[in-house]
Each structure stands twice: as structure tokens, then as C-alpha cells.
T-cell receptor, first 118, second 114 residues
């Protein structure tokens, strides 16, 4: 089974702190994604990466950065946390393209990190 | 733009049917459906591709109207385990490379009662 793990389930930080959220997947997926989930807004893409050291902005990248130094690990960084970044953060991973088993790029999600910025 | 899902919420009794719709203003290549149970991660249910190919779940079906850029998820004879929030994710291009991302809708909350 694919396993996507996130470093913390709950995190409380103060305004202005630098925050690191870590995500690790064990399925050798090329793609990794960071979303935030807020009531009424669904899942919004922050950043994604389709290869080591490659990244692309999603729909709401402002105030965030990412790092992917190894294939299995994708980090989300809040350079200076603000209260409006209080949210649930979900990491996901998927194959790059249709693989030999004809699976498509379905995304596998981690359990999420609920971040509160005070 | 985010696809629009309707309804926003629906309450059912066990055994009843429900339909959840997902509409996009842009031409789509594929539509994914995910379910997120309370306190859990979203889980993949089904994918529908331009051209009619489907891959999905045993008891849940879906359709994709390419002309209308709309997908519908059909939940028949609902069970308590169907409760959760359903999200559609849309892609405008085939899998591969920098285009390989989904735009998710705002979700539909489904509650199945005994």
C-alpha cells in the first residue's frame, strides 16, 4: 500500500516563526503536492513538484516555499507564519504518468497537519 | 478556476440514492473523484477520461459529459460508510510533467443516516 506520512498531525506556532512541514512517500512517486484545506474552499494547491529539485507554483503560493532534495520527501516552508495561514495542510503524491499497470495519476494523500498560528 | 460542485450538502437515509455534480468552465481531459471521511485523508474513488474510459469503484459510478464539461457521481443504495465529503478534481491535460496537477472543487458533504 502507498503510504504518505506527514511530520505532525497538529502544530501550533507563533506569528513570524519559520515553519517546516514535512511529507514523505514510500511509493517512488515522481509527483508530490501540497494543499491547504479550509471550510467552504475545498482543496487548494499551494505548490507541486514533478521531480527532485523541480517545483511549480499552484494556485495560492504566496507566503510559502517548498523544497524537494530527495524523491521521497517534499517540504513546505512558511517563511514567516501569519494567522491567515492557520489551516489544514495536506500532502499528496502520484505517478508521473500512466504506469505499466495502466494506473493513472491518482493522488494518494497523507493524514494532514492542522496548523494553528497564534 | 475551481470547478463548481453541487449540491454543497446532502442528507440521505440508508438505501437512498444521491447524485453529485461537478462542472467546469474549461475543457477537461479528466475528472477525478475523491472521498474524505471525517478526520481522515481524501481517498481516490474514480477517474473519468476524455473519450469515455473509466476506472473506479464497485458500488459507485460516474459519468463525464465532455460537451458540457460536467461530471456526475452516482451513489446508489447508500450505506452509512458513504458519509463524507466528496471532491472532484479536474485536469485539462493528459498526465505527465508540469501539467500533472488537479484543480479541486469545494466539496459536497454527504451524510447518510440510519
Amino acid at each position: 500500500d502507498v503510504k504518505v506520512t506527514q511530520s505532525s498531525r497538529y502544530l501550533v506556532k507563533r506569528t513570524g516563526e519559520k515553519v517546516f512541514l514535512e511529507c514523505v512517500q514510500d511509493m517512488d512517486h515522481e509527483n508530490m503536492f501540497w494543499y491547504r484545506q479550509d471550510p467552504g474552499l475545498g482543496l487548494r494547491l499551494i505548490y507541486f513538484s514533478y521531480d527532485v529539485k523541480m517545483k511549480e507554483k499552484g494556485d495560492i503560493p504566496e507566503g510559502y516555499s517548498v523544497s524537494r532534495e530527495k524523491k521521497e520527501r517534499f517540504s513546505l516552508i512558511l517563511e514567516s507564519a501569519s494567522t491567515n495561514q492557520t489551516s489544514m495542510y495536506l500532502c499528496a503524491s502520484s505517478f508521473f504518468k500512466r504506469d505499466v499497470l495502466k494506473r493513472y495519476n491518482e493522488q494518494f494523500f497523507g493524514p494532514g497537519t492542522r496548523l494553528t498560528v497564534l | 478556476q475551481q470547478p463548481v460542485q453541487s449540491p454543497q450538502a446532502v442528507i440521505l437515509r440508508e438505501g437512498e440514492d444521491a447524485v453529485i455534480n461537478c462542472s467546469s468552465s474549461k475543457a477537461l481531459y479528466s475528472v477525478h473523484w475523491y472521498r474524505q471521511k471525517h478526520g481522515e485523508a481524501p481517498v481516490f474513488l474514480m477517474i473519468l477520461l476524455k473519450g469515455g474510459e473509466q476506472k473506479g469503484h464497485e458500488k459507485i459510478s460516474a459519468s463525464f459529459n465532455e460537451k458540457k464539461q460536467q461530471s456526475s457521481l452516482y451513489l446508489t443504495a447508500s450505506q452509512l460508510s458513504y458519509s463524507g465529503t466528496y471532491f472532484c478534481g479536474t485536469s485539462r491535460l493528459p498526465p505527465g510533467g508540469a501539467t500533472n496537477k488537479l484543480i479541486f472543487g469545494t466539496g459536497t458533504l454527504l451524510a447518510v443516516q440510519p
